[in-house]
């Protein structure tokens, strides 16, 4: 592999796509003009805050249906008389439907661009919701929600990947888990939709829930014509003038738009050197090399740990949680969730403040000991309820479920729950990087969707505590995961991030140094505040 810092010093490779008269003259132009003023630069950060946000938005669908969902199912079961079986189905399926829209996604985003991709999730997602807002059935109902699972799919997996090209790598981080805090806003607004509509006829209020999902896909159509298009993919369709202007609108400097573009030049250079046409990208995640085998363990483990430890079982089936630690009415069970919705979107802001300054693996050090810990607590709290009465007041029990599980979910929001979303987007190069992020989300996606569909099978076999005790075990190898398999990216651009994962021989115990690559690449390390 050519050498990055020669790409970056020099501003030229072999494998220049750039014509050259063009490229000589716009760097002496770069030279030439003076430097940006605060004022413009801080309007440059404004406005790639901005993007990131606008294409978040698709992460509040599937959070807004994880939440909303948990309380329409009550009320379902009232109206269309479905059986439990079905509940299930109807919970899981849009996870594993999810991968449909990821798998494809990938290849989507490549094809007509990363944010037309983000737009065609959203009509998909769209059509669904209405289906299922005026479902007679449960068929019907089944129906909209494979629909809505693709349109989430499209939008979960191209979202993330948009914002890790437009973002400089000081904010990357922070911009890059804009995602998950529109989830954790999502479930929360499901959350309290499902508490404002619980005193109307059990025959509308559940799709009255459901028709509000509706919203932030009409936002999402808006967003389109505000965000420009992925530069990275600009430049992989040889379209350079609007890669730079699109650089021109979200770096610093006319200095750092060039450092940017020869960056992007480089790797875009090294795929089409490879002929890595789609079949090709496939064959090498299929047939990894031992450095791809590393991204793959990292991007594609952290997604496949954020959902076995059972996260989405918690948010979907919390109301069935709470009535098995003793609460007993309709009304009390989704104020209780709304608490538990209120705690994830909290803590998920402060991992937001820090995952830039601390780090991306300290963070998930405190969130997989954490979430173990209150997994186990719940499923004692749990088990004291059904077999130790005498030992305590119920209202004892309860209190101590409702805060396991909102420790739960805080530790999950810290670390876990954002930085799943920032590793997948960041570790992949540019010519993997849609497919390898699409894969990480079809085992996520897979996974979540075998939790939410075997939960209360699973729980009628070996009760709601022994579940939790399950995904306790399961959480403390998730603590192991992160030690031997997650690098510390923090500060590093996606460039530099290939050059560490190809340097094989920087492994000590089982952990990838970055601080040991730091020879091989130009320093980088300056912070990019957001305004």
């Known amino acids: 592999m050519a050498d990055a810092g020669a790409a970056v010093n020099g501003g030229r490779n072999k494998y220049a796509v750039l014509d050259r008269s063009e490229e000589q003259e716009s760097k002496l132009d770069a030279q030439r003009r003076p430097p940006v003023p605060e004022s413009e630069r801080r309007r440059r950060e404004r406005f790639v805050f901005a993007c990131a946000v606008f294409a978040s938005l698709n992460a509040i669908l599937l959070g807004y249906d994880v939440g909303v969902m948990s ?29 449909l829209g990821s798998l494809s996604g990938g290849r989507t985003s490549d094809a007509i661009g990363r944010k037309w991709t983000m737009g065609l999730g959203a009509i998909v997602f769209q059509l669904g919701a209405v289906i299922m807002t005026f479902a007679p059935s449960f068929t019907v109902l089944m129906i909209g929600r494979l629909l809505a699972g693709v349109g989430i799919g499209f939008g979960a997996m191209v979202s993330g990947v948009y914002i890790a090209e437009i973002s400089p790598a000081g904010a990357r981080g922070t911009l890059t888990s804009l995602p998950e805090i529109c989830i954790n806003l999502g479930i929360l607004l499901g959350y309290v939709s499902n508490y404002a509509f619980s005193g109307l006829s059990e025959h509308i209020n559940w799709r009255i829930m459901l028709g509000v999902g509706i919203l932030p896909s009409v936002f999402i159509g808006f967003a389109l014509f505000v965000i420009p298009e992925s530069p990275r993919w600009l430049m992989m369709e040889k379209r350079v003038s609007e890669a730079r202007a699109v650089l021109l609108q979200i770096s610093e400097s006319e200095a750092e738009v060039e450092e940017r573009l020869a960056e992007i030049e480089e790797a875009a250079g090294l795929m089409k050197s490879m002929k890595s046409e789609d079949k090709e990208v496939w064959r090498e995640l299929l047939n990894p090399s031992p450095a791809v085998r590393r991204m793959l363990y990292a991007g594609c483990g952290i997604q496949l740990f954020q959902q076995i430890t059972g996260i989405d079982a918690t ?22 969730t709304v608490a538990v919705g209120f705690t994830k979107t909290v803590f998920i802001l402060v991992a937001i403040f820090l995952i830039d300054k601390v780090g991306r693996k300290p963070l998930l050090y405190v969130s997989t000991i954490g979430m173990t810990a209150c997994l186990f607590l719940l499923g004692v709290a749990l088990t004291l309820q059904k077999h130790a009465m005498g030992l305590m007041s119920p209202r004892v029990g309860i209190d101590l479920a409702i805060f396991a599980v909102c420790g739960n979910v805080a530790f999950f929001s810290i670390g876990m729950g954002p ?7 960041e570790v992949f190069p540019l010519r993997l990087r849609a497919q390898g992020s699409a894969l990480g989300q079809v085992g996520g996606r897979v996974s979540s969707g075998l939790v939410s569909m075997s939960f209360l099978s699973m729980a009628r076999a070996i009760s709601v505590a022994g579940m939790f005790f399950l995904f306790a ?5 998730s603590v192991l995961f992160v030690y031997f398999c997650v690098p510390e990216t923090k500060g590093k651009t996606l460039e530099q991030i290939e050059m560490m994962f190809e340097s094989g021989d920087e492994l000590r115990g089982g952990e990838i140094e970055l601080e040991d690559t730091q020879h091989l690449i130009p320093s980088n390390d300056k912070s990019v505040p957001l305004g």
């Open 315 to 336: 948010v979907y089936y919390s109301p069935t949680i709470f009535k098995d630690a003793g609460i007993k009415s309709d009304q009390e069970l989704l104020a209780a």
């Open 419 to 425: 930085i799943c979303w920032v590793l997948s987007s």
């Open 71 to 99: 309380g329409c199912i009550i009320y379902m079961q009232k109206d269309l008389h479905i059986t439990e079986f079905q509940q299930e189905i109807l919970v899981g399926c849009l996870s594993v439907v999810s991968l």
């Open 473 to 477: 075990a399961i959480s403390t190898i």
